[in-house]
Each structure stands twice: as structure tokens, then as C-alpha cells.
């Protein structure tokens, strides 16, 4: 029968199979290994049930990935949801740029969620929402506790499998908790003293929410290194920059200091964020600082 792997601990896979409701646990057969195969989450497996207690089976089969991301480890994602809270946490703009471009080099597409919207004025909700708008990706603003947007993001996530991700305290595990009632997630509580959330989530793992539609719950992250692309390729993560780069005096035109740079004149005149630039620059200079060996 076929199934989708939805947890791996200590070797056993946990496989979800749709048309039954029922999870296995399973072994892999050893030749995975003598391939150099490791199973991942979000694969859509073959398992055999024959000769084995109740509710346990083999995985004999890996069928084909049709992308696999490496941070978090998983496969056959359609798309990443990235929520961070509009306040308490403040949220970490370089932190969410970070993730943005990783996944984008992941070539996997973005839908950014800043949750707690009921804690903060229409002002500060429309400047996160509009910086971000510019950035290509979808943008939506919800709050959990009084669920404003849920239907929102039902419809995104319907009929795909998304990886849901964001710092810790900032709503995830009490999201799925209001778009799946049938899975309670432990929630965190915000340190007072730090500002800071809890980790809750302590693994990656799929959660069935509907038919052909399960979400990735990952464990919060407070940093993200993006030390794997070079400088020069950094502009490229920044799709505001696209309409203006070719305006450009210069061809490979950085958009720092170089004169006739179109990119900047836009920063000028308000149509790209400065607070998206100024990522930008820290970024450059961080992996500009950074040695390679």
C-alpha cells in the first residue's frame, strides 16, 4: 500500500496512509542504506504489512521526489509558510530575509503570515505588510487568538504540503492547533524577560490537516546562516531590485556605493524598502567578512 512518511524517530518512519486514516510504523528495508538513501519526511513510500504486528510495515519503496529541501530535511514540499508575529516577539526582519533567500535558492515559493495583528495599529501592520508585498511574495496579516484570516490560510494550504516555519513564540503550533482541532501541538508562552518564545516543536514532523493537504511543523529558529552563496549573488534573493538593475550604469552594478545606480535612486524616491535595503547591505557584509576555506 502507499502512504507518505509524516515523522522519522530513531529509524522508524511513521506512514501516513490517506485512504484508510492510519499511521504504520515502519522499518526501511536495509537496502536504502546500502544505497546511501535516507528516507525524509514528506515521502511518498510503498510499505508491505504482511507477516507484521498490527499497525507496523516496511518501507520497500521510495517513489520519486519531486524536490527535496534540505533545511528543514523534507520532500515533495509545495510551498513554505513563514509566520512571524507583527509583536511580542518584535519581529526580526534580517531573520525573515534570511529565510526568504533560503528558500528561494531552494526554489521553493514563500507565503509570509505576520500573526498578533490585533496587538498592533493599522500603521505598523500595513508598513510590514507593504515592505514585504514588494519582496514578490504573498503577504497576509492574521490574528490566531481571535482567528482573523483563518479561512485565508485554509485556502492557501489547501491540497499541498507546506512547510510552516518562524522563530519560536510567534503562533505556529497554536495556528495548527485552530486549522486541525484533531491536533492538539503543545503552545509556548513569550519570556516576559527576553521577549523571546519557547521552543515547542522538537522535531519536524507532517500533520495531516485534509485530503492531500498536510503541514510541516519545524522547530522555532532564532538564526539562520546563508553562508553557502556568494556576494555577488546576494542582489539576485532581492526581486524589488529586478525592474531597476538593468537602468544600472554599471553591468554587476552592487548597489552600494557605485554612481548611477538605478536600484538606489528607486531606495530614493520610496519605491523599494529601506528596510529591506539595509538588510541587504548587512547581508553583503557579513558574507563579505566571511572566510572561505
Do not use: W
Request: charged share 25%; glycine share 8%; with cysteine.
Amino acid at each position: 500500500m502507499k502512504g507518505k512518511i509524516i515523522k522519522g524517530i530513531a529509524g522508524f518512519y511513521y506512514v501516513h496512509v490517506s485512504y484508510e486514516d492510519k499511521i504504520y510504523e515502519c522499518k526501511a528495508k536495509g537496502i536504502f542504506r546500502k544505497q546511501d538513501i535516507k528516507p525524509l519526511v514528506g515521502d511518498d513510500v510503498e510499505i508491505d504489512t504482511n507477516d507484521q504486528p498490527e499497525g507496523a510495515g516496511t518501507i520497500t519503496r521510495i517513489l520519486p521526489r519531486k524536490n527535496e529541501i534540505i533545511r528543514p530535511a523534507v520532500a515533495n514540499v509545495d510551498q513554505a509558510m513563514v509566520i512571524f508575529a507583527a509583536a511580542e516577539p518584535a519581529p526580526n526582519l534580517n531573520l525573515l530575509d534570511r529565510f526568504l533567500i533560503m528558500m528561494q535558492r531552494q526554489k521553493v515559493n514563500t507565503v509570509i503570515c505576520f500573526n498578533k495583528k490585533d496587538i498592533v495599529n493599522q500603521k505598523e501592520m500595513g508598513l510590514l505588510i507593504d515592505t514585504y508585498m514588494r519582496s514578490g511574495n504573498e503577504v497576509i496579516g492574521i490574528s490566531v487568538l481571535q482567528e482573523d484570516g483563518i479561512p485565508i490560510i485554509r485556502n492557501l494550504l489547501l491540497g499541498k504540503t507546506t512547510v510552516l516555519a518562524g522563530p519560536s513564540g510567534v503562533g505556529k503550533s497554536s495556528l495548527i492547533n485552530v486549522i486541525s482541532p484533531t491536533t492538539q501541538m503543545e503552545t509556548g508562552t513569550v519570556s516576559e524577560k527576553i521577549k523571546r518564545g519557547k521552543h515547542t516543536t522538537r522535531h519536524s514532523e507532517l500533520i495531516y490537516i485534509d485530503d492531500n493537504t498536510y503541514v510541516m511543523d519545524t522547530p522555532g529558529f532564532s538564526s539562520l546562516y546563508i553562508h553557502e552563496i556568494e556576494k555577488e549573488e546576494l542582489k539576485d534573493y532581492f526581486n524589488e531590485f529586478r525592474e531597476f538593475e538593468n537602468n544600472c550604469r554599471f553591468i554587476g552594478c552592487m548597489h552600494l556605493n557605485e554612481p548611477g545606480c538605478a536600484v538606489k535612486e528607486a531606495l530614493n524616491e520610496g519605491i523599494i524598502s529601506g528596510i529591506r535595503y539595509d538588510n541587504y547591505k548587512i547581508l553583503y557584509e557579513e558574507l563579505k567578512n566571511l572566510k572561505k576555506y
